[in-house]
């Protein structure tokens, strides 16, 4: 029997992002071990390590995890090892020396790398030399986005660099819905039908930057009383953005949902989705909201640079730029026509990025492993 570990830092990596692939192994009759921090149940699954790995590279458990990894390959000779995040990538990859030697295949799919034109040059100096460094050691590099691919290209060793349209969103729940759907879903959300609501889907933290849409939405309230802004996701920021909506004198204007488990439901009831991070791999959140029909507002950044098509299916505008970000939502509040079309436009933009395209991209891939 042929044998695939899947290693990242937390259960939930694959929980929300990868079943459909562990499916595809699991149906090829291949023996499907997941190695990762949480107590998640996965599906499709033979066997479930559970190693103490964390985010942080500094954190002493992450030596654990590693000589945890290193026995679990050697016992098991994994036909392919695929990684994932940035722990998940250099802890299994270095675990995998071995026994790449002996036939074992090492992928590695990076989500966004920590080294990006405009980053830190703190971020160079760290994350580069070790990227570098571990992909003499991967038999093939995965691609979220072009810039990625481009650099990877152009300065790293991996035998294979390569691209797919990220981890793909799930179209049997991220659809466009009816205008008597999306009222109905409003009175159960308690939503009022005259609201034009904004939506970011995304944890509260230094990244996600929601601070750029509390001003923005500032600047929308002044001419357009009935917006509002629901943000979706935990606050791992200490309450700031919370704070300073009060300050701003919009919190009536602005939904801290906290996590939910409903987030098809939120966008089905929403106008406008907005994104505001600093950085960013290939979201997610802004495929699910494109998927459901609605234009976007998104920051300058890679990803969003990938999914958000200038006048297509909405706007990319400057980081921090918030009165840009306004005045982009006010044309589109404004001009139900040019909604109309972007909305069109976003369903049909975005069909390349589900889950069924994306399943098909990585096993083009995966065969040159299998056979």
Known sequence: MKKILYVATITEHFYYFHLPYLKMFHDLGWQVDVASHGDVE????????????????????????????????????????????????????????????????????????????????????????????????????????????????????????????????????YYPVSLDEKKSLREKLGFAQDEFLLIYVAEMNLNKNQAMLIRALKEVSKTHANVRLLVAGADNFGGEYPRLAKELQVEDKVEFLGHREDINDLLHSSDIAVGSSYREGLPVNVMEALACGLPVVLSDNRGHRVLGVEGENGYVVGINDYEAMARRICEIIEDEDLRIRLSKNAVELIKPFSKESVLVELKEIYDQYIN
């Open 42 to 173: 996965l599906p499709f699954c033979d066997n479930r390590y559970e190693i103490p790995i964390k985010r942080s590279p500094a954190d002493k458990d992450n030596f654990k995890a590693y000589k945890m990894l290193k026995k679990i390959i050697k016992d098991n000779h994994y036909d392919i090892v695929h990684c994932h995040t940035p722990m998940g990538g250099i802890l299994a990859r270095l675990a995998s020396f071995s026994q790449r030697k002996k036939g074992t295949k090492v992928l590695y799919t990076a989500h966004g790398f920590h080294f990006y034109k405009g980053a830190p040059k703190a971020n160079w100096m760290v994350y580069f030399p070790i990227e570098y460094i571990m992909s003499m050691v991967t038999d093939c590099l995965i691609t979220i986005n072009d810039e990625d691919y481009n650099c990877a290209k152009k300065h790293l060793k991996a035998k294979c660099i390569t691209k797919v349209n990220g981890v793909g969103y799930n179209s049997d729940r």
